[in-house]
Each structure stands twice: as C-alpha cells, then as structure tokens.
C-alpha cells in the first residue's frame, strides 16, 4: 500500500502480533506496578509471587472470551462490536459509551499522575498553573503522535516500553545478585481478601484491549488473540519476578507510595530512586499512549457503523489514521483532566466496567448459540467451564462496587441510551 492512500476509507493494517501485544502489555502497566509490590506483600507475605501467578487463572479465563470472539471479526470495536453482533444497536452503544466514559476517567486521571513523577525530578512543574499547562502539553503530545501515524506510535510504544521496564529489570536482577533468593518466610495475613483480589484485578485490566483496533490489525482472526494470551503470560511472569525480588531486596522505611523506590534505593543508592522515578514516567506515559493508539478506534468504529456522527469515521488521506476520532478522544480528555470531572467519573465507572465485561461474555453465548461464523465447530467441552467461571468472576467483581455508585451507575446508563435514540433519530432522518 503506497503511502497516503487507504482502502475504502478505512486505515491500513499496520499493527502486527508485536505491535498488539505491545499495545496490551502497555495497556495493563501503568502507574499501578509501583505501589503493587508493597501492598501485595503486606498482606500475603511470601506467598506474594504465587499469588500473582495463581491469579492470572481467573483474568484468563475472563481475556479467553475477548481472545475467542476476536476470531470471529475483523472489524475494531472490541467489546462494543462483540455485543452489536449478539444483541443489537442499542446494546453494543451502551457497551460502548461505558467503556469509553471507564477509560477517559482513567485518562485525564493518569495525566495528574504522570505530571506528579515529573514535578518529583523536576520541581520547576510544582505549581499548579504550571502543571495544569504541561497537562495540556502532554494531552497534545500524544493525540499529535497518534494522528500522525499508527506504525510511528508503535514505534514509540517500543521505546517506551523499553525505557519503563529497563530499568524496573535492572533493581530486581540487582537485588537478587546482591541479596540472593529470598529465604525467609513471612506468613500471609489475608485479612483483606477482598481488597486484595480487587488490586491484583486492577493491576492485570487491559490486557485485551487489541481486540478494539482489530481493523487495523495484520490477520486479525488470527492475532489478536495470541496477543491477549502472550500478554496475560507475559504479565504474570514479570509482576512475579518483580515481587519476588522485592522480597529478596525486602527494603527497611518502605515509602507505600512508592515501594519500588525504596527498593532501588536500597540496591544503588540515589541512583536506583532516579531510575524507578523514570521509569514510572515513561510507564505511565507509555500506558496512556497505548490508549491513546486504541481506544480511538472504538469511537471510529462505532462512527462507520451509524451509532456515532459520521465526521467520526474519516481517515486522514495523509497519516491513514482516524484522525478526528483521536482528535476527539483528546480533546475530552483535555476537558476531564482541566476540570477535575474525572474524580466524579472515576468512583463508578469500574462498575460500567464490569457490566460491559459480563455483557461481553453473554455475546459469546449468544454467538455461539447462532453458530455465528461456524464457532460452535470450535468451542470445546473445556468452554462449558470457563464461560460460568469468568461470569462468576465478573459478578463478584461487580458486587465490589461500592452502593453510592448505583444511582449514578443508572444515571449513565439513561445518558447513554438518550444518546442512543438521538444517533437512531438522525439515521432515520439522513435515510428519507
């Protein structure tokens, strides 16, 4: 495909296995790895490690839905295609709004944090006029980069990625040199389970957000699902070294809020602190790019397929990307984090969530009932295991949220179905 030509109004296929695992990888370490340690040991003690990995049996189970119904689509969406598919329009928007007002929140949310690691190392960003005006900086930054072409913000997401978890490897090899292999056993606690679970549920979200910028993925069919599974593996093989290397390190005035620091201070000193505090810069950074790559992607999609305005659906003939869905999508974001709405949004849209998620593995249910795509011929005994399981996952989940959160949980639900009746009004009109 030569450049700045596309096929019928849609972007090219630029993503491949890499870059879509790349994209989830990111999409799941974020902010979160830097506080996960501390908490995680403090409550299940050497067991930790093991905790970690036996975890990623139920978010498995629940990204295994994703990863299967992505074998039946080419289209991105993600979730909100999945759920058009199985129960209609007004369905796969409401899917779609939730998961886009969950991940705004999440967004303008992540720039104060990312600007706080950066305030850290460079005081001169303290005052809040300032940061206020490097949030927008940032904001530009990365809807700029995400126009300006898939394959360029790939490239970034490499190193990127490389910068983050640098030198996060480089402590853990180091304390394990220095300390050796942890050999003290510090009995669990597991007063909070719930709480517990709950973290570790947050720490491994996003890891199949490829399956949404499935249309710009290279056999889609194909590897947007291995991508969901290596990163699942992937995750649960690094949050485990990091863990048992914390231990191994086992700092002494461990600072809560950033464990990871006090671990590299302990094994190099100043210089360990200056490599975490950059590392979470470019983690969290790298994270919101990933998002910032995908999560357009859905209000593209949900624009070529009549539910959004169809100014949405338009490519850029210059960077083949969907330019003014990502130029929306930043745009919100700007708006979220300048008026602090996102601490409003951010207390019940894990509830949406969840929704969507179980709403998701009802589709596969329904599809697979349709034989939709002849995807009865490859659901084998164990799914009549893993469906119940992951629906009862989700369902626990979703008992978590806190009861302040049901009425404005209802009240989004409403704000997205008007939305809804408002885009099938102008269809009718536009269709006379």
């Not at 998961?99 to 705004?104: A, D, T």
């Not at 460079?122 to 530009?140: G, W």
């Not at 201070?265 to 590392?279: K, N």
Request: proline share 6%; glycine share 8%; net charge positive.
């Amino acid at each position: 495909m030569s450049k700045g030509t596309f096929t019928n109004g849609h972007p090219p296929r630029a993503i491949g296995l890499v870059g879509a695992t790349l994209i989830n990888l990111n999409g799941v370490i974020g902010a979160g790895i830097f506080a996960l340690p501390a908490l995680l040991y403090a409550g299940t003690g050497s067991l930790a490690p093991l905790i970690v990995l036996a975890f990623a049996l139920p978010v498995a189970a629940t990204v295994a839905i994703y990863a299967k119904l992505s074998t039946l689509f080419d289209q991105s969406g993600g979730p909100e295609l999945y759920v058009e598919r199985a129960f209609g329009p007004f369905a796969g928007f409401q899917v779609g709004f939730f998961v886009l007002s969950q991940n705004l929140a999440a967004r303008a949310a992540n720039f104060h944090v990312l600007v706080a690691y950066l305030a850290a190392i460079f005081p001169v960003f303290d005052p809040a006029p300032v940061r206020l005006a490097i949030i927008l900086a940032l904001i530009a930054v990365f809807t700029g980069l995400a126009i300006s072409g898939t394959r360029r913000s790939i490239g970034a997401l490499w190193v990127g990625t490389a910068l983050k978890l640098g030198p996060i490897l480089l402590i853990c090899l180091t304390g394990f040199a220095m300390n050796g292999l942890p050999d003290q056993y510090v009995l669990p606690e597991f007063s909070e389970v719930e709480a517990i679970a709950l973290l570790l549920a947050y720490a491994y979200s996003g890891a199949a957000l490829s399956a949404i910028s499935a249309g710009e993925t290279k056999d889609p069919k194909r590897n947007v699902g291995r991508s969901i599974y290596l990163t699942i593996a992937l995750i649960a093989v690094f949050y485990a070294l990091v863990q048992w290397a914390y231990i191994a390190i086992d700092p002494q005035d461990v600072n809560m809020d950033r464990p990871l620091a006090s671990a590299g201070e302990a094994v190099l000193g100043q210089t360990g602190i200056v490599l975490i505090s950059i590392a979470a810069i470019f983690s969290t950074g790298t994270n919101q790019l990933s998002y910032f790559v995908s999560m357009p992607r859905l209000i593209f999609a949900m624009s070529t397929r009549r539910l959004l305005p169809p100014v949405l659906s338009k490519v850029s003939p210059r960077f083949q990307t969907p330019a003014y869905a990502i130029a929306l999508y930043g745009a919100i974001v700007a708006v979220l984090a300048l008026t602090n709405t996102f601490a409003t949004l951010a207390k019940f849209v894990v509830a949406l969530e969840t929704i969507a998620g179980l709403l998701v593995i009802s589709a596969l249910v329904m599809l697979w009932r349709r034989d939709e795509g002849g995807i009865a011929m490859t659901m084998r005994w164990y799914w009549a295991l893993i469906i119940p399981f992951a629906g009862a996952f989700g369902i626990w989940l979703l008992m978590q949220a806190p009861a302040s959160a049901i009425i404005p949980t209802l009240v989004v639900i409403a704000v997205g179905g008007a939305l809804f009746l408002i885009a099938a009004r102008r269809n009718v009109q536009n269709d006379r």
